[in-house]
DNA sequence: TTGTATGCGTTATCAT
DNA sequence: ATGATAACGCATACAA
């Protein structure tokens, strides 16, 4: 009953008695094609089922309409949701995004991102400015767009749609400065290789050392973003003397965040009374725990779509800016507050 | 310096003085080609900056590499955990993940189905039984391999890779039924064309039929999966005077349970001792907040990784089972306990 | 507005 | 083991 193989552009030509070339008029430009032979046309299309192919349509027109996007993790709920933005906003466009995941390794980043190239990804986003040569080189020369997120800075050659982490997390660190806090300490996400985790970092020393104050190598623990590890790492923090213990904690993120309330919690201490605890990101969660995350907002969402608004731009010839940099906001909530001591 | 064009197998061919033939050989069988002119090869390939063209590839094998996966959301974790793992399983086997996103309508689907198969994909996973008829007679009739997850039921035509639903649900029923509860509500996510959320309240209605007792439509609340609107329908449920009210809420992921735990805080009871609220997924969370859940342990990550394995092995015609289904696990926690009132 | 014909970069078949 | 060459399905420049 049913066409076994699939039927081509040479089928509905057949059918429809028209030209190939007809036919994929009004499969890409039918506006140009006279509405009734249009007509003809779209109704064999209709009853044979007819698909386009993807990889013939790439090979011809040399444009595939696919995005590459390379990303760490999805285990991340703030990555997933920039994502999610992402596809959204290239599916609306008629692009496909096609996903890799780097498991923060920038050697795996560049097989990725050369396995994408293979693909044949119209553009790509990619994470973060920290990228081995070899895949910027890569991306360079064959001239494929693209656009790093996640991280803003004035001073670089890459284009980036992202926030100031740096400044953010100043901007916190001066929160908890402002309340009275003067030994702070920071639960970072692993630094190596991630430029987000660092510039957090960099931010809150640079607060701090502002104010004349510092961040004791002693005070400053990496972890990998999970709660556990912020768990661990809060313990371990709150295993010195008390008069020997920070009164605030910056969390490199969320989850880190949570780890360190809950923690703090089971060691039976008052979250904020005892120790006041801020996190980066603004995770769906953060408003409703008890107490409430003071914390950064971080707009994935309008992040990925801008991300994905700017690739579609670049591919379209229609790109004016060569970065965007989106504001973060500090989500002051009840978690935080001055210190007993003071 | 460096080439504008992209160099083809053609550039690379002339560059070692050999044939197209040979270069594709190197590229794709390197071991039936003599060492000495494999090298002579593989230098060019370096040299020049050799990247194979996917889409002609895949015009000339009839194969892409790509495998399509249609999700909900993206915005939910353990969709994502799951996504994650399909992306490591398919990327170890040389296959490239295509994203595309529904947001529950089956509309929808139906059209990125289609899309996805343009693009090419060999294979394609599914989320959930549920799917216009439409949908499954285009891959069929494409005989696109394709997989459902996130689902099991024995007597089904699809193949699927997943777990009963209505029986995960009816044991964490069952195991509030035996520390005594008598009047369970349940939280439910949108059940319209979501058979997930529909087999867990079968399961519940299942479990408390079997002791006699009953799901009165009061007690059942569809809400999003959503912390707040978890929240609202906890307010509501708790609302009524003390003796209508439930001793027990199965809520149909962790997430709303845990809008219903900290509502219920937020109002002053004592969870489990006032109310016994218990989830579905175990999220990474689940264990650490306090009361910690008891909830049913959905496994995403083997899931996924499952699900990649059975597209693959069908892409490869290895396939030799129809469907997998894969165990649940009750995780029994704090939260839960006997009603005060008994 | 429509048809003709070439080429896109690779794989695979068939020789050698 | 290697080379020549015909598909693969479509877009597009050009012709009509």
Redesign the pocket.
């Given at each position: 009953m049913e066409p076994d193989?699939?039927?081509?552009?040479?089928?509905?030509?057949k059918a429809a008695?028209?030209?190939?070339?007809?036919?994929?008029?009004?499969?890409?430009?039918p506006?140009?094609?006279?509405?009734?032979?249009?007509k003809r046309v779209e109704d064999r299309v209709r009853e044979l089922g007819?698909?386009?192919?993807?990889?013939?349509?790439?090979?011809?027109?040399?444009?595939s309409h696919t995005v590459g996007v390379v990303i760490p993790t999805l285990e991340s709920a703030i990555f997933s949701s920039g994502v999610n933005a992402m596809e959204s906003r290239l599916r609306e466009n008629g692009y496909t995004l096609v996903l890799s995941v780097t498991n923060y390794d920038h050697a795996q980043e560049f097989i990725q991102v050369r396995r994408l190239m293979e693909r044949g990804v119209d553009a790509m986003i990619l994470l973060g400015r920290d990228h081995d040569d070899d895949t910027i080189r890569l991306l360079t020369q064959r001239k494929c767009p693209f656009v790093t997120t996640w991280a803003f800075a004035e001073q670089t050659d890459l284009p980036c749609v992202g926030f100031d982490n740096q400044e953010a997390a100043r901007e916190i660190t001066q929160h908890l400065i402002n309340l009275g806090h003067r030994r702070i300490a920071a639960i970072a996400g692993i630094m190596n290789g991630n430029d987000r985790a660092r510039d957090r970092v960099i931010g809150v020393k640079s607060a701090l050392n502002t104010s004349g104050l510092e961040l004791s190598s002693d005070d400053l623990i990496e972890s990998p973003y999970e709660v556990t590890a912020g768990r661990e790492a809060m313990k371990k923090l709150m295993s010195r003397s008390e008069n020997d213990r920070p009164t605030a904690i910056f969390c490199g993120n969320d989850v880190l965040a949570i780890g360190a309330v809950l923690e703090a919690q089971s060691l039976g201490l008052d979250v904020p009374r005892d120790v006041s605890i801020v996190g980066f990101d603004n995770l769906p969660l953060a408003e409703h725990l008890r107490p409430a995350l003071t914390t950064v907002h971080v707009p994935s969402r309008r992040m990925g779509q801008a991300a994905a608004d700017f690739v579609l731009s670049a591919v379209s010839g229609t790109q004016n800016q060569k970065s965007i940099a989106l504001p973060t906001a500090l989500m002051i909530r009840e978690t935080t507050a001055a210190p007993r001591a003071d």
């Open positions: 193989q699939a039927p081509t552009i040479d089928d509905i030509a008695g028209v030209s190939t070339a007809t036919v994929s008029r009004v499969l890409n430009t506006n140009i094609v006279r509405p009734a032979l249009r007819y698909v386009r192919h993807g990889a013939a349509r790439a090979l011809a027109s040399a444009r």
